[in-house]
Structure formats: C-alpha cells, structure tokens
C-alpha cells in the first residue's frame, strides 16, 4: 500500500512517500514562502519519481494541528482535497504524534514541544517500546513552558525533548530535576514521515476503515486563533 505523509503545522513542509513499510521519498523544506505554494510541487515530484499518480495511493495521512493555524488549515485541506475525488482514505495524526514516531526504534520517552508563543507550548508525552510502538502517555495540551517540570513529573527514565523550542523546553524539564536531552539534528522539527508512519499505523489497525473519509479529516485546535482572541475582547456575539 502507497501512504501519503506530510507535515505543515510548524516553520517547515515535510513529506513522505512510503511504499509498504518501505520509505519510497522524503521531502523537506524551510521556505519563507507559504506552505501552499511548497507542499503540492513536492507532492507531484514524488508521486512522479515513484512512476504512479495520486489514484494509486492507498492511504494519505497529514499532520491535523496543533502548530500554526494557517499551516494546519493548509494540510488538513490539501489532504481533504486529493483524497476526496478517488475516495481515498484519509487520515489526520496528531502533529505531536507524529513527531512522537520518529523515534519508534529508540526505547524511553518522547516529549516533542512546539512553540505556542507567549511563554507556552504545546505538548505531550509518549513511549516508544524501541520496536516501532509509541505509546501515548498524554493528551495534546497547551502548557507554560515554566509548568512543563510538573507535566512530566510522573514520568521515569531519560526524556527526549523534540520540537521548535528545544532549548527553552530543556531547561525548564532540567530545571526541576528532569534528565532530559536535546533530540538528534533531523529528528527535530515535525515530520511528514512520522505523520505516514502513525496514520498507517492506525488505519490499518482499525475495525471500521470506512470512517478514514476526506469529509472527516477535521484539523486539531487547542485554542482559539489569534482573530478570535481578539474578537472576544470586543465582546461581540454571533
């Protein structure tokens, strides 16, 4: 089975192309241009090396948010918008998760952390079995990076620190007694293989397949954009 994979949510546009378990192509781009204007050309070029056409892919998977509104909304409609005329199943991971799966054959625990602004993040902690099993230990969550000592204290063992916001992230976890390190350069930023490996993990492990449609791929908010922060400050109401 063709899987799909890619990433908009944070500065930088991945993708992937897997061919079974088998990586086929991987993309990766940092472009002060917008993500609309990078993902599809990278998409087309993969799909052109790899001699099929978006029909034949068997599954398409994008990271759904949380990260930077714009670039959730970018993914989450460019995924609705291939798989939806071949009824292709579509899957939305967490942005999180799936940089949570870049790591399933290190063994211990995974914090990725992405830069909120205003002193926060958002984060969650998983567990990777070193086999290819991430475990969430976690929901996604909007948390001070000053809080982020507590978040992970029931925590054991060494913590891998990965995102936009590493060294902030790190000092606070180590700040409160934490043994954290910095993940790997590459292993870093979001990742639209980590995206194709965590959707074919849970397409494939699903009951009912037929829920995986365009029409349900919903993008993951864990607050209000910044134009509706500031419309509730007027006090306007709908």
């Not at 949510?9 to 993500?35: I, P, Q, R």
Request: charged content about 20%; proline content about 4%; overall charge negative.
């Amino acid at each position: 089975m063709w899987t799909l994979g890619f990433d908009t949510t944070a500065g930088v546009v991945t993708a992937a192309l897997l061919d079974g378990e088998t990586v086929a192509f991987k993309y990766s781009c940092k472009s002060s241009t917008s993500h609309s204007t990078t993902l599809l050309p990278a998409i087309e070029d993969m799909l052109r090396k790899a001699e099929i056409s978006v029909k034949d892919l068997g599954l398409i998977s994008c990271s759904a948010g949380p990260g930077s509104f714009t670039g959730v909304r970018i993914g989450t409609s460019t995924a609705k918008g291939l798989a939806a005329p071949h009824d292709i199943p579509c899957v939305g991971v967490s942005s999180l998760e799936a940089m949570a799966y870049m790591f399933g054959s290190t063994e211990g625990i995974v914090c990725p952390a992405l830069n909120a602004r205003r002193g926060n993040v958002y984060t969650a902690l998983f567990r990777s079995d070193g086999k290819g099993n991430v475990t969430r230990l976690t929901p996604d969550d909007l948390v001070a990076i000053s809080g982020l000592g507590e978040f992970a204290a029931q925590t054991d063992g060494t913590i891998t620190v990965t995102g936009d916001a590493n060294d902030e992230v790190l000092a606070s976890l180590t700040d409160a007694g934490l043994d954290a390190v910095i993940a790997p350069v590459g292993y870093e930023l979001p990742s639209g293989f980590g995206a194709a490996l965590a959707g074919r993990k849970k397409y494939l492990e699903a009951d009912d397949k037929s829920a995986f449609t365009a029409k349900a791929l919903m993008p993951i908010y864990l607050r209000k954009s910044q134009a509706e922060r500031e419309l509730d400050k007027t006090g306007y109401k709908a």
